[in-house]
T-cell receptor, first 114, second 112 residues
């Protein structure tokens, strides 16, 4: 099985710009969840995609949006970047169709907004 | 709203000690509880997953227990090693999306 991969690993953007982060899910997994982890904190749930539809959303504004593709890979888009968006963005894949719903995470994308 | 708390926030122990990390959650309606390890600046590595119907899981020197009624989980690490130094996060899976709610982690340092 291939693991969860995210790109890019690091990114620097200017306040007000837009950014797209990418995630390839683990083989056989049809669900992708995105999390934001600020320094020194636990990850916070942004949203989840299941079979190309948004399946749940955390307390994040609409400028955080996403997509899931037929191969179950996913994108996270953030518009009008703010300084507080600087964080490690983590993608997790899972398959709720299976008995085990264990989530597997990628290595993350470190976003810095200046 | 699910809230997860981890105690202690940081822990420093000499090599070879057995240790316990604690995790508590406010909503007992969970699907599962998962323990992760995170090295500085890296992603999360899954250590153990306990389904809501289970009481414990073991992997090597790690043992995790779950008590849904009291809203508690513990991660037991036997014979700690310097390579165990990392931040340990617990996460409760709940809600319609079975999303994970994380604690803030316990930063573990094992001294040689």
């Amino acid at each position: 099985e291939t693991g969860v991969t995210q790109s890019p690993t690091h990114l620097i953007k200017t306040r007000g710009q837009q950014v797209t982060l990418r995630c390839s899910s683990q083989s056989g997994h049809n669900t992708v969840s995105w999390y934001q982890q600020a320094l020194g904190q636990g990850p916070q749930f942004i949203f989840q995609y299941y079979r190309e539809e948004e399946n749940g959303r955390g307390n994040f504004p609409p400028r955080f949006s996403g997509l899931q593709f037929p191969n179950y890979s996913s994108e996270l888009n953030v518009n009008a970047l703010e300084l507080d968006d600087s964080a490690l963005y983590l993608c997790a894949s899972s398959s709720p169709d299976r008995v085990s719903t264990e989530a597997f995470f990628g290595q993350g994308t470190r976003l810095t907004v200046v | 709203k699910q809230e997860v708390t981890q105690i202690p926030a940081a822990l420093s122990v000499p090599e070879g000690e057995n240790l316990v990390l604690n995790c508590s959650f406010t909503d007992s309606a969970i699907y599962n509880l998962q323990w992760f390890r995170q090295d500085p600046g890296k992603g999360l590595t899954s250590l153990l997953l306990i389904q809501s119907s289970q009481r414990e899981q073991t992997s090597g020197r790690l043992n995790a227990s779950l008590d849904k009624s009291s809203g508690r989980s513990t991660l037991y690490i036997a014979a700690s090693q310097p390579g165990d130094s990392a931040t340990y996060l617990c996460a409760a899976g709940s809600g319609s999306a079975r999303q994970l709610t994380f604690g803030s982690g316990t930063q573990l340092t094992v001294l040689p």
